[in-house]
């Protein structure tokens, strides 16, 4: 079958009542037949479901349709996409360890790394995207892990995936990978030998702006070790969110085909507007690394960015003038979202570490949703007439 019919095919076992969709877990606990039945879960002789911190049926299934959508072995579901990745360093990195990671990430990331994995005595190291010749000189006898975002957080950067792969498997560290923008649908790190896959299934997988979740596949004994950290330290996702996003994978493919269609049509109709100094999409020739895109991606997803001219007052004022844009903390969602990262998600870095990672004061990230892409673009153009 293929990835997707997987997926949707993918489900908790029936109830006696035979329901064709999935029901709703809501329950903190389970029960047992016996004492030696419940001794067995704990002893983790079994499978049987003890306390939701740790399973749910629900959570369970939304988990396997990941795996499902990104060739893993296994995986594991949080209450957001931040506490998969808070979870995944933690489980790995410890006292005295390295971490090296691409610089382009998203703002939160950016404050794990640089503000709290130093509490735990943890070291890192920046590299920089458009210097890849450089990454390997910046591996440390004790670097553990490789982390990347492809595409980048707003910037819309890419790393070769088999490239990377193979730089972290010579040196014999962990590669992870943040897959959010992307999507399974567009891109599977696994396929090219990432370890760890990561999500914020806030986003796409949700689709429609309502439920938090984050979930790590991947191989299935690093999966055990996330599993062990994360059921003693609590970062569980709720059954409801799982049960909303499950479904939700269901149409996934479907969604993320309109979205990059009309997120291509977009950037590609507005690149060389008289007020952008350019146009960034994964799928447009301009893009540096178009040929990485067309070879790891099968679409270039749901996100274009571009620089106006006139810098911080520009992306103010463009914003302002929207109409139709929503403005909010998000993207991956039907509506069609606008952010100024300088501003927003990235503020907390000095401007100093926002350029380096290409965020300039008049960056727009542009999360496209699944309106009448004419209406999109005639709300973007009077906004530029406007800014």
Same mark, same amino acid.
């Given at each position: ?52 911190? #740790?399973?749910? @049926?629900?959570? /369970?299934?939304?988990? &396997?349709?990941?795996?499902? =959508?990104?060739?893993?072995? $296994? ?105 959010? #923008?992307?999507? @399974?649908?567009? /891109?599977?790190?696994? &396929?090219?030998?990432?370890? =760890?896959?990561?999500?914020? $299934? ?186």
């Amino acid at each position: 079958m293929k990835p997707i019919t997987k997926a949707i095919r993918t489900r908790i076992a029936q109830t006696g009542e035979m329901e064709h969709s999935s029901p709703l877990f809501l329950t903190s606990s389970f029960t047992y037949d016996s004492a030696e039945d419940m001794r067995a879960a704990f002893a983790d002789e079994t499978e049987a479901n003890i306390y939701s911190r #740790f399973s749910n @049926p629900n959570v /369970q299934e939304f988990t &396997d349709r990941v795996c499902a =959508l990104e060739g893993a072995e $296994a995986g594991f579901a949080t209450a957001s996409g931040m506490a998969a990745i808070f979870g995944t360093f933690l489980s790995f990195l410890k006292t005295g360890d390295h971490l090296l990671s691409c610089s382009s990430i998203f703002g939160s990331t950016h404050s794990l790394i640089t503000k709290y994995l130093s509490r735990w005595g943890i070291s890192y190291t920046y590299a920089d995207v458009n210097q890849p010749d450089t990454w390997a000189s910046l591996i440390q006898p004790n670097t553990k892990m490789l982390f990347i975002e492809t595409p980048t957080n707003p910037g819309l950067d890419l790393i070769d995936l088999e490239w990377v792969s193979n730089l972290a498997r010579q040196a014999g560290i962990l590669l992870v990978v943040d897959n959010c #923008f992307a999507t @399974p649908i567009a /891109q599977r790190p696994i &396929d090219y030998g990432a370890d =760890l896959v990561i999500h914020s $299934a806030t986003k796409w997988m949700d689709g429609q702006g309502r439920v938090l979740g984050g979930v790590v596949v991947g191989k299935e004994q690093l999966i055990h070790d996330i599993y062990l950290f994360c059921r003693t330290t609590g970062p569980a996702l709720s059954p409801f969110n799982a049960w909303v996003l499950s479904k939700s994978l269901e149409t996934l493919q479907v969604r993320m085909d309109r979205h990059a269609s009309s997120a291509l049509t977009l950037a590609g109709t507005l690149e060389g507007h008289p007020r952008l100094s350019w146009m960034k999409y994964p799928f447009l020739p301009s893009h540096p690394q178009y040929a990485i895109a067309t070879k790891q991606m099968t679409n270039g997803g749901g996100i274009f960015c571009f620089e106006l001219k006139g810098g911080l007052d520009s992306g103010r004022r463009f914003l302002d003038a929207l109409e139709l844009l929503s403005l909010t903390a998000n993207l991956g969602d039907s509506r069609t979202i606008a952010s100024h990262p300088a501003s927003t998600t990235h503020a907390k870095l000095s401007e100093a570490e926002r350029l380096a990672v290409g965020i300039t004061p008049g960056l727009i990230r542009i999360s496209v949703g699944l309106e009448d892409p004419a209406d999109l673009l005639a709300d973007i153009r009077q906004a530029l007439d406007r800014c």
